[in-house]
């Protein structure tokens, strides 16, 4: 995300392709787009608006489906600053806006033909994450924090509230005061990715350090005028995304354990255990906010209260003292297709 924030300002060449970037921006911001989802789009097409200028082409009526498999092979070969080429992934997220508006730009008439109609798009390999934390490996980075200061307080419940609620770091971020619900022990995700909300639990033992934090530590952190966010910056404001992935990296680091990762690595972990704990698949969908997950069944619409009784049940750390559970010996496939899943977020996320 920090790459395509540079591309975003760096300025881009005055000529028609710009110009119709600026129109199909609008038409998302019209249309509702997620915020995120525009930032993206725009970043992308920048990127290729500019590397079509270098090449000679400032019209999309110039684009062929030729200079499209061009610009494919560039992002094949390109080298990012630490000399790595760019993932698969990477290569398919880029490539993905510039087949969308070029699919904008037939259905309003800038271009006669779509170039990237047939265009073979990159394939994505299916990989598991990288790091998913044991129940002692997640505990371990909870105790990273200094919660004696209230920077520290203010960490131990950002950690808490991920390893317990799975949330997105952009959740996290646009979480207010009063999403959340503490004595009935519940988050309320407004406006989340793909512009869904859904009720989530959120465990005892996590209520209990935001409320500490709440209690001790916010008050010295929040400047006027006081927007409502809960976790905020040194600065008095809400988290910039990338800031709060390096900081959660920090303490994961810090706690040694020879795994790297950051705010995605605790929605991989709180779906494991859950899962590894007994809770039924379509539980673990809703607290993740997902349709549908891979070799699962169809999503249901289960209760709020059942989802609490399975969260406390199935999560280790959701209530102040943990009675040990049996392992689920039939979760290992299920484990396995989840983390797939969670994995082709990864990409968008971060």
Same mark, same amino acid.
């Given at each position: ?133 044991? &129940? ?79 209690r001790e530590a916010r008050p010295q952190l929040a400047s006027d005028p006081d927007d409502g966010t809960v976790f905020l910056s040194i600065e ?95 979760? &290992? ?9 969670? &994995? ?7």
């Amino acid at each position: 995300m920090a790459r395509a924030k540079k591309l975003q300002t760096r300025p881009l060449p005055g000529n028609r392709m710009a110009s119709l970037l600026g129109e199909f921006i609008e038409w998302m911001h019209v249309s509702n787009a997620a915020a995120y989802t525009v930032y993206h789009r725009r970043a992308s097409i920048a990127m290729f608006i500019r590397w079509a200028y270098e090449h000679g082409i400032e019209d999309p009526m110039e684009v062929t489906r030729p200079v499209l498999q061009n610009y494919q092979r560039h992002l094949y070969y390109y080298r990012q600053k630490n000399g790595e080429p760019l993932t698969f992934r990477s290569q398919y997220t880029r490539m993905v806006p510039v087949r969308s508006w070029f699919r904008w730009l037939v259905r309003n008439n800038h271009i006669l033909h779509n170039p990237a109609a047939d265009l073979d798009m990159p394939r994505i390999e299916q990989r598991l994450p990288r790091a998913v934390l044991s &129940e002692s490996e997640a505990e371990k980075v909870m105790l990273v924090p200094d919660t004696g200061t209230p920077l520290g307080l203010r960490d131990r419940a950002m950690l808490e509230t991920f390893y317990s609620t799975g949330i997105r770091r952009t959740e996290l971020v646009n979480l207010k005061l009063y999403n959340l619900d503490r004595e009935r022990g519940t988050l309320s995700i407004w406006q989340g990715k793909g512009k869904k909300d859904r009720i989530i639990p959120i465990g005892e033992r996590a209520v209990a350090w935001v409320n500490k934090y709440l209690r001790e530590a916010r008050p010295q952190l929040a400047s006027d005028p006081d927007d409502g966010t809960v976790f905020l910056s040194i600065e008095g404001g809400p988290f910039h995304p990338d800031r709060l992935s390096g900081l959660i990296r920090e303490h994961v680091d810090a706690a040694n354990l020879g795994k790297r990762g950051a705010c995605h690595m605790f929605r991989h972990t709180m779906a494991t255990l859950m899962l590894e704990g007994g809770a039924d698949i379509r539980y673990i969908q809703q607290m993740l906010g997902h349709s549908d997950l891979q070799s699962t069944m169809v999503y249901t619409q289960v209760s709020i209260r059942n989802l609490k009784q399975i969260h406390t049940a199935t999560h280790p750390g959701a209530t102040l003292e943990r009675t040990p559970q049996a392992p689920n010996p039939g979760a &290992e496939q299920q484990r396995a297709d989840l983390l797939r899943a969670l &994995e082709n977020e990864v990409a968008e996320d971060d």
